[in-house]
């Protein structure tokens, strides 16, 4: 909903606002924040981000746009963030806030699957009919798939009445057709992503011979990119209710529109950046300044002029043009030691449910940040809120509950 030129997600971001001034007062009052979360990498690299948003937001061209767009950060970081750090001392609120996400997502997308029976599971209709939970497909589909591995979870906890694995199992069911039936490319290659991951995970292959295996990836890709470059451009295969064909046209750049739409902003995007490279344009400006950059040969026929069908589609490239290339490092170096410590926390952790719990979260995350390389955002409620809680409880299980903390943590109230 926008009032005036503000736009806000009712009623979650007025409420995160209110929470964010309460908590800073509240914190101002008391003077103290426990130095130990201050301390943390990951604690650190978020203020590195923020602080760097900052100053880009003094450079910007469009310094009312920004402004709004670092408050809106703010809203969500401190509530969502530092704030949930401290009610995860007590190990139970993790539980809690995953369950409460889970419980809503999976009335959602049955309500969703619902009336998508109506239309006959129309993949045309797949496009709006999670309105007005969710503004389109795609974001729906990123959290579905966000939320499968912390359900799945979940249903490894000792403490799990008979009744509570039923409804998780019936919530698996959920989430997995609502995934299905969103249509949503993007999050059906995130799971997959994920699910690698897990398998690293579980076979403990030393993370060398992984950066090792990518760099061969990358430099074979590198020697025949002409030749990978012709086999794309052969595929004609259009996004189609037939799933297979679906699944085939995600590597369709040759006459899919979603794609090359996505390639059109990825241009603009890197001509932003070319631009101006150092501060970029402004957190939150994308949306505002790409049109000049497209160019008449990559226009598709779902391409706009004013910003209202989309940023980025990439949380780093939006990053780059938004930012400039130290913005881009330092939303990376944030997503290096959320999964750096995440995956050092998991080998020495010695609390198995903790261990099932972290390494859930951290599937989570890599749903969502492959899924970003295609889409953006975290400028909204939905993805927000999840991402930063799952942040949250990274850094409390590192703190609060990993084996020197683990006996005290649990005596400690909010």
Not at 32 to 48: A, E, G, Q
Not at 278 to 290: L, R
Request: hydrophobic residues 50%; positive net charge.
């Amino acid at each position: 909903m926008a009032l005036g030129n503000v736009g806000f997600y009712l009623p979650t971001e007025p409420i995160l606002f209110g929470l964010m001034i309460l908590l800073s007062i509240r914190a101002l009052m008391r003077g103290t924040y426990d130095k130990k979360l201050l301390n943390h990498p990951i604690t650190i690299s978020v203020l590195f981000y923020l602080a760097w948003m900052a100053i880009t937001v003094l450079t910007s061209s469009n310094i009312l746009v920004s402004v709004k767009f670092l408050i809106a950060k703010l809203w969500f970081v401190i509530p969502l963030f530092f704030y949930l750090i401290v009610v995860f001392r007590q190990k139970e609120n993790m539980y809690r806030v995953v369950w409460l996400y889970l419980i809503s997502l999976a009335a959602v997308v049955f309500i969703t699957l619902i009336r998508h029976y109506g239309w006959g599971f129309d993949q045309k209709a797949a496009h709006w009919i999670m309105s007005p939970f969710y503004k389109d497909h795609t974001s729906y589909g990123a959290i579905v798939a966000f939320y499968i591995p912390l359900a799945i979870g979940l249903l490894y906890r000792k403490k799990n009445s008979a009744i509570i694995q039923y409804i998780l199992i019936l919530f698996l069911v959920i989430l997995s057709v609502g995934l299905l039936y969103s249509y949503t490319r993007a999050a059906w290659v995130s799971l997959v992503a994920a699910l690698g991951v897990w398998a690293l995970f579980k076979l403990k292959i030393n993370i060398k011979y992984v950066a090792i295996l990518g760099l061969f990836g990358a430099f074979v890709g590198f020697q025949y990119y002409t030749d990978i470059s012709i086999a794309l451009s052969k595929n004609k295969t259009d996004s189609s209710e037939n799933l297979s064909k679906h699944i085939e046209s995600i590597s369709n750049v040759s006459t899919d529109a979603s794609n090359l739409e996505r390639i059109n902003r990825w241009n603009c995007a890197i001509r932003m950046f070319e631009e101006r490279p150092v501060f970029g344009w402004g957190p939150g400006t994308y949306a505002f300044e790409y049109a000049p950059f497209q160019h008449s040969d990559e226009i598709t026929v779902i391409s706009t002029n004013f910003g209202n069908k989309g940023n980025a589609h990439s949380e780093y490239l939006g990053a780059l043009s938004e930012m400039g290339v130290l913005g881009l490092f330092s939303f990376l170096l944030m997503l290096f030691f959320v999964f750096y410590k995440g995956s050092l926390l998991y080998i020495k952790l010695e609390d198995k449910e903790l261990k099932t719990l972290l390494l859930s979260v951290l599937l989570a995350l890599v749903s969502y940040f492959v899924h970003g390389v295609l889409n953006n955002y975290l400028d909204t409620d939905k993805a927000s809120v999840p991402v930063w809680t799952c942040f949250a409880i990274i850094v409390a299980i590192d703190i609060y509950h990993s084996k020197n903390t683990a006996t005290n943590s649990e005596k400690i109230s909010v």
